[in-house]
């Protein structure tokens, strides 16, 4: 289990959250944004280790809050951690540190907020 410890966020987050209409669907600059995470995260999936490179191809960009159920939350910095695609690795839960908190995470919690059913 490893820390993530948050840095500060990149300005053109920063810019576009204070800009008019907002959104992470509208966000341009997330490749610096997945620098930032990965640089962070020291090349690291939050979920299970697992190397990530900052590319769109090799990692996804997660938001620990959902976007649906916490909009308010899709720009903020702290919300936002980068993903490996693949989601490696067996363990039925994974825990990581984030936030300065630990927390544990079920692999089917996470298939059910990829899928977007409920449980």
Same mark, same amino acid.
């Not at 669907?25 to 990530?52: H, M, W």
């Not at 649906?68 to 994974?94: F, I, T, W």
């Not at 995470?105 to 409920?118: K, P």
């Given at each position: 289990?490893?820390?993530? $410890?948050? =840095?500060?966020?990149?300005?053109? %987050?920063? *810019?576009? +959250?204070?800009? /008019?209409? &907002? ?17 962070? $995260?020291? =090349?690291?999936?939050?979920?299970? %280790?697992? *190397?990530? +490179?900052?590319? /769109?191809? &090799? ?61």
């Amino acid at each position: 289990m490893r820390s993530i $410890q948050k =840095g500060h966020e990149p300005g053109t %987050l920063t *810019r576009h +959250r204070n800009s /008019a209409h &907002a959104d992470y669907e509208n966000y341009a600059a997330k490749d610096t944004l997945r620098v930032s995470l990965v640089t962070e $995260q020291r =090349g690291l999936c939050c979920y299970c %280790l697992s *190397r990530i +490179r900052a590319n /769109a191809q &090799a990692m996804k960009i997660a938001h620990w809050h959902s976007q649906d159920r916490y909009p308010a939350e899709q720009l903020d910095y702290q919300n936002l951690l980068g993903a490996c695609k693949e989601m490696r690795g067996s363990a039925k839960v994974r825990s990581i540190v984030t936030l300065g908190r630990e927390i544990e995470i079920s692999h089917e919690i996470l298939q059910t907020q990829r899928t977007g059913s409920r449980i």
